[in-house]
Structure formats: structure tokens, C-alpha cells
């Protein structure tokens, strides 16, 4: 009995061990995103927004940033394990000067050994710009190096990605203006290389200049950008913005794909882990979805995600689980992310409800499996409603419909018993609705109006409009039957007709330019010249028969002259 007892007993613990193991995978394949908060104790950094990191092994490295009045140039190291935050002594240069220095919305990427900082709103007087900062993991100090070739735009809230041995960075805002250029650094030889030239802010087919986008760099040599401002200094365009671009390397080629459900600006985005060339997924969270010019914007909620699937080309709303003590992250903006072993760290920001400062660290655990596993959250997302758009329907109605009907009916049909009142009733109308674009456009705009060519056209053609009313008041009587018209009807005449016609067709290449500036949909501005071409036909088509009208009248008039005349 006893070696049966000893000889049985290892059997059901086996078979239960199995039992557990099997327990335990099938746990781990139903695993989705959750988040889990890494709570920290002693010594922390200040919170802020606008700060580079970078991560190595176990150690998230955090330089700089700012809060509401101080830009930062401290460095801390956070040990996951143990969860404390060390800060980092200073480092100076052979004259003295710190190392890298205060500064913020710098471009960043991480190497196996180091974290790379470029450029960034610099918080002091004068600083050498043209170097590169390297945060060294093993010794803990910072280094700088002199720029060997290359002498791209200065820029701050631009973004950043090592891929290979090429610190790359796309866009951001100038000194003078928004860039649209994409530029990579050598990490072996310290040089730049412009490999994308700025964009023209009217080409409907790349990636218009913008400040606060995302950017993350995806397998296969490839970047992806979503969203940001498009809006300050010369440029024009929507603030947030929600078009997202991806960028072949190898090709050199921005190609326009999925735009995302709503529209942010100062996002964070990170690959998840186990992408592959097969199947890359890039998780989006936060981000300021309100601004000046929003009119209505879908917001985000604490307990989704946004995710691109580059195999699909599509972007998802899904579910993710919340800490089991502490609950969801604020949602936040000016944040940074970067993908590590488990899943993807989140640190600081500001709070888009309130704009506190934070210095939390979150983890969004999982890869791409998770987010896969993940529940697709369905209705929502939406179309962002901004001034831009009200600005377009706005300026529409006024030239495109009652401006250019008034015009219609005073060149073709006076023959009709109420064409001025019609042709009054028309313009009065539209130039209301005109004033009241004009204004929305105004408002609608960050930099200098008029230094652009769609605001500076639209000056022009506003005070073209503007002019013919008060043109109209003073005009000379018109000849009564059997009278040629006075000198001054025929130069109020062509005064009135000339301004009128040159205002009519500026305002359809300003309209035209305008979808282009707003980044409309392709079937938008597809829609609009079709709509022009009928407009154009319509007037070709009146002109001819007008035309033909008038020369048989000529003809019988002159007929009747000779039969009088004999």
C-alpha cells in the first residue's frame, strides 16, 4: 500500500501542474491593453510638457521641457524595477557652458546606448545650435558634438525617430515660418541631409508645413505623421489637424493614407512591440482635440485608444483596461511615449481638462496581438467641424452661388421685367455672407493674415466687393430709349462690370486655393470643380447665344436704316 501511495502521488500533481500551465497560456493569449502606473516614491522630477525621453533596459531617461514660466535642462533616470528616480548631475563643456542646456519641443531618438537631442526651443540667450546632444546610458553624462555638414532650419516641436544609424525629423515650426522639409542626421559622421524638400501649402498630395504632429517610425524603413497644427507664421491651414502621411525611405515618397477619426495636436504615438514588416500597429493616445478654431470635435475617453494598423491602412478606436488601483491616466497632451520591452511608457504632459502639469509614468501594457485582441469600440470618431470649414461654406454661398447668380442675371438677363431687383436681392445676399466669411476667416487664422496668397487674394477680392455697392450708389442715370449713354455712364459702366467680373473669377481660384489650404478630402474639391466647370459652361453658353441675339439685332436695325434711307 505504501508503494502504491508513493508510486501514484507524483501522477495527479503532474496532471495538475499541466492543468495550471494551460491555465496560465490561455490567460496570457486573451491578453489585451491595459494600463498599469508605475507609483514612485522620494525625490521626482517637476511636472512639465515639451520633455525628450528615451529608454535603455530597464531605465527611462527624461530631459528637459517646461512648465508655465521655467524651460528645464535637468536629466532623470527612472529604474522601473525599483521605481526610483535618480536625477542626473550636470554636465558642462570645455568652456563651461551646460550641457545640452534648457530647452523644449526638441527633436529626440534613442540608440542601444544613448538618447540623441537636436534643436528644441532653447531657454537660453545664445547656445549652439548647430550641435548634437547624446545622453550616454552607461556613464551617465552628456556629451555634444559639432555638426560635420548640413545646415537645416532651426525648429522646435518637430519630432524625431532613430531608424538605422539616421536620426530623422520631419516639419516643425521655424523661425520664420512652419517647415514642411524632412532631414536625417548621420549618428557615424554628425552630418544632415535634407532627403524632402518644403512642401507648397497648396499641393492637395503631400504633407503641408505643421508644428506639435506625431511621428513614429514604423518597419521597413518607413515614418508616419498624424495630425498637429497647420496654422502660424505664413501658413495656413487647419489647428488641430487630423490627416496622416506615411513616408517611404528608400522611395523618398510621402504617400497620404487613413485619416484619423478625430483631430488632434501635440499627440503622443509609439509603435507597440513585435511589429514586424508584416504587421506594424502604432498606438496613438491624447493629445488637445479643442483650439481656436474648433467648432466640434469628438473627444477622447478615458478608457480607449487609437490605433493604426499599417496592413489595413486603417485606424481603429479600441478598448483598454484600466489599473486596478489607480484607474485610467488623465488624458493629456505635449506628453512623451516610447515603446519599450512590455508595452509603451508614458510620461508628464499637461491635462487637457484643466492643464495641470503631471509628471506620472504609465505603461500601456501589451504588443500587437494585444491590440488586435482588443474591442473595437464602434460610433465614434466624426468629422471635426472648425471655423475653417464654416469660413468655406461661408465664402461658398457668397461668390460661388449668389455672387455669381447676381452677375448672371445683370449680364444675360435684363430682358427680364424684375432682373435688377433679382440681381440686388443677389448681391446684397451674397456680400452679407461675405463679410461674415471674411471675418470667420480672420478669426480662424494664428500668423499674418495677408502673407499668404489665399488671404491676401481674399483682401483684394473683399474690397473689390465692398467697392461695388458704393460704386453703385453714385452711378449716372442709364439713357432713356432712343439716347446714347453719357461719358460718365460709360466709364461707371466698365468701372462696375470690370471690378464685378474680376472679383467673380479671383474668388474661384481663391476658393479653389482654399480646399487645397483646409487639407479637404479629395472628393471635396473634386466635388467643387466640377461644380466650377458647370458654372463655367453656364456662362460660356449664355455668352454665345447673347452674343448671336445682339448681332441680329444689329442686322435688322441696320436693314431698317437702309429701308428708310431708300
Known amino acids: 500500500m ?40 522620494g525625490l521626482l522630477p517637476t511636472p512639465r510638457k515639451d520633455m525628450a525621453i528615451g529608454f535603455n533596459g530597464n531605465r527611462l531617461a527624461v530631459f528637459g521641457g517646461r512648465s508655465g514660466i521655467e524651460t528645464f535642462s535637468d536629466t532623470w ?60 546610458f552607461s556613464s551617465m553624462k552628456w556629451n555634444s558634438s559639432a555638426i560635420s555638414s548640413g545646415n537645416p532650419a532651426k525648429r522646435f516641436h518637430s519630432k524625431g525617430s532613430v531608424i538605422n544609424d539616421f536620426l530623422y525629423t520631419s516639419h516643425g515650426f521655424g523661425d520664420s515660418d512652419l517647415l514642411s522639409d524632412t532631414q536625417r542626421l548621420s549618428l557615424k559622421r554628425y552630418g544632415w541631409e535634407k532627403i524632402h524638400k518644403n512642401i507648397n501649402q497648396y499641393n492637395p498630395i503631400l504633407p503641408h508645413a505643421r508644428y506639435g504632429h506625431g511621428l ?32 517611404n525611405i528608400g522611395e523618398r515618397k510621402w504617400v497620404k493614407v487613413a485619416s484619423c477619426p478625430n483631430a488632434r495636436i501635440f499627440p503622443g504615438i509609439s509603435l507597440l512591440p513585435n511589429s514586424t514588416e508584416s504587421l506594424s500597429i502604432a498606438v496613438l493616445f491624447g493629445g488637445m482635440e479643442t483650439g481656436k478654431q474648433v467648432v466640434k470635435n469628438e473627444k477622447a475617453k478615458e478608457n480607449e485608444l487609437v490605433i493604426y494598423d499599417t496592413t489595413k491602412n486603417e485606424w ?71 471655423i475653417i470649414t464654416l469660413h468655406g461654406i461661408f465664402m ?36 452679407t455672407l461675405a463679410i461674415v466669411g471674411f471675418g470667420l476667416g480672420i478669426a480662424s487664422f494664428r500668423g499674418s493674415h495677408f502673407s499668404f496668397a489665399h488671404g491676401a487674394i481674399g483682401l483684394d477680392i473683399m474690397l473689390a466687393g465692398l467697392y461695388q455697392p458704393l460704386n453703385a450708389a ?38 479653389s486655393l482654399g480646399l487645397f489650404l483646409s487639407v479637404a478630402k479629395t472628393g471635396l474639391w473634386i466635388s467643387w470643380f466640377s461644380y466650377l466647370g458647370l458654372i463655367i459652361a453656364a456662362f460660356v453658353v449664355a455668352e ?16 431698317h436704316e437702309n429701308i428708310a434711307i431708300s
Open 216 to 247: 513614429v517610425a514604423l518597419p521597413n524603413n518607413r515614418m508616419l505623421i498624424y495630425g498637429g497644427c497647420l496654422s502660424g507664421k505664413k501658413s495656413a491651414g487647419p489647428c488641430p489637424s487630423g490627416d496622416t502621411w506615411m513616408y
Open 77 to 136: 533616470i527612472l529604474d522601473i524595477s525599483s521605481r526610483n528616480w535618480t536625477k542626473v548631475n550636470d554636465s558642462f563643456d570645455a568652456t563651461g557652458l551646460l550641457v545640452p542646456g534648457p530647452r523644449f519641443g526638441m527633436i529626440y531618438g534613442t540608440t542601444k546606448y544613448a538618447m540623441i537631442v537636436a534643436f528644441g526651443k532653447d531657454g537660453r540667450a545664445s547656445s549652439p545650435s548647430n550641435r548634437i546632444f547624446m545622453y550616454d
Open 316 to 386: 481603429s478606436h479600441r478598448s483598454v483596461l484600466k489599473d486596478p488601483i489607480y484607474g485610467f491616466p488623465k488624458l493629456r497632451h505635449s506628453h512623451a511615449m516610447a515603446m519599450i520591452e512590455e508595452g509603451v511608457v508614458i510620461f508628464g504632459g499637461a491635462s487637457t481638462s484643466n492643464g495641470e502639469l503631471l509628471n506620472d509614468v504609465w505603461i500601456l501594457k501589451g504588443d500587437v496581438e494585444a491590440a488586435q485582441r482588443s474591442a473595437i469600440l464602434t460610433n465614434r470618431g466624426g468629422s471635426t467641424v472648425n
Open 474 to 511: 453714385f452711378r449716372p442715370a442709364p439713357p432713356k430709349d432712343g439716347e446714347k449713354p453719357t461719358l460718365w455712364r460709360r466709364i461707371w459702366e466698365i468701372s462696375h462690370r470690370f471690378t464685378g467680373t474680376i472679383a467673380v473669377l479671383l474668388s474661384f481660384i481663391n476658393i
Open 2 to 41: 505504501f508503494k502504491m501511495s508513493l508510486g501514484s502521488s507524483p501522477r495527479p500533481n503532474f496532471h495538475l501542474l499541466l492543468i495550471l500551465l494551460h491555465l496560465v497560456n490561455a490567460t496570457a493569449s486573451q491578453e489585451v491593453l491595459r494600463w498599469q502606473k508605475i507609483s514612485s516614491t
Open 544 to 559: 454665345i447665344r447673347l452674343r448671336i441675339k445682339n448681332k441680329k439685332q444689329s442686322v435688322s436695325i441696320a436693314g
Open 396 to 431: 461658398f454661398l457668397a461668390w460661388a452661388v449668389c455672387i455669381q447668380l447676381g452677375a448672371f442675371v445683370a449680364r444675360y438677363m435684363r430682358h427680364r421685367e424684375r432682373w435688377m431687383t433679382v440681381h440686388k436681392v443677389l448681391m446684397v445676399t451674397g456680400l
